[in-house]
């Protein structure tokens, strides 16, 4: 009969600098055939997988603020990550990212596609003080179990995080209904290089709500005038 499948026994853990390739790895399978990744990479599986692999190597070799595992005997099958304020792709490229948008859209192929994401994320960065939620990944073959949102609790309930603002982006409906789940809501979407990406916020002090086993892998801002929920049909179905 069909029905959720039991939460397996997890421990939900900081990772170690030793893991961080593990998690790169993770991310980089997990985010594969993201919508996001099919645009910067193009249709070639393998280039995909390998762009994301170098994204997220650099990305954990740096070692953001929050990097949560949830491992199962000993297997990491899960990370999310957060960055605290200050240290996100906003602050980073703020200097020219509302330049690289108000150009053209580089075509498939081209590398700069990757910029010009990166460069939207930055565009529509939350303004105030914030955590910037991602990636939020399950390994694939393990995911609807439960697995992302039990990770994605520890993280909000972490110490380091306390009761301040969560900010994330994501591409698919999926997403969206998952970290609504869980006291987000949709603020803003986009479209960039033919797809839609969602800018989600969780305000400060807001707990965690409901339940449910959506865990598909997330990816990892809107200025101040852009704080209302969006309309239900901009997050209707897949």
């Known amino acids: 009969m069909a029905g959720r499948v039991e939460l397996p026994r ?18 980089a399978r997990a985010m594969r055939d993201n919508p996001t990744t099919e645009a910067m990479f193009g249709p070639e599986p393998l280039e995909r997988l390998a762009g994301m692999q170098a994204i997220w190597t650099a990305f954990f070799h740096r070692m953001p603020g929050l990097a949560l595992g949830g491992f199962y005997r000993g ?3 899960a990370v999310a990550a957060a960055v605290p304020p200050g240290g996100c792709v906003g602050a980073a490229r703020s200097g020219g990212a509302a330049a690289v948008v108000a150009g053209r859209e580089p075509p498939p192929g ?8 990166h460069a939207t994320y930055a565009v529509h960065d939350l303004a105030d003080p914030h955590w910037h939620v991602g990636p939020v990944v399950v390994e694939p073959g393990c995911q609807a179990r439960g697995i992302g949102e039990a990770l994605m609790r520890a993280l909000q309930r972490h110490p380091d995080i306390g009761p301040g603002a969560l900010w994330g982006e994501t591409d698919t409906v999926a997403n969206v209904r998952f970290y609504q789940r869980l006291g987000w ?12 990406l969602w800018f989600l916020h969780r305000p400060p002090g807001q707990a965690a709500t409901g339940s449910g086993s959506s865990d598909r892998s997330s990816a990892n801002g809107s200025n101040p005038s852009a704080t209302r929920p969006i309309s239900s049909s901009a997050s209707g179905g897949e």
């Open 10 to 27: 997890l421990e939900l853990r900081a990772l170690r600098p030793a893991e961080r390739r593990l998690a790169a790895g993770l991310t």
């Open 75 to 77: 297997c990491l099958v």
């Open 110 to 117: 081209d590398p700069a596609r990757t910029g010009y994401v």
């Open 185 to 196: 809501r949709p603020v803003r979407v986009v479209q960039l290089l033919g797809i839609r």
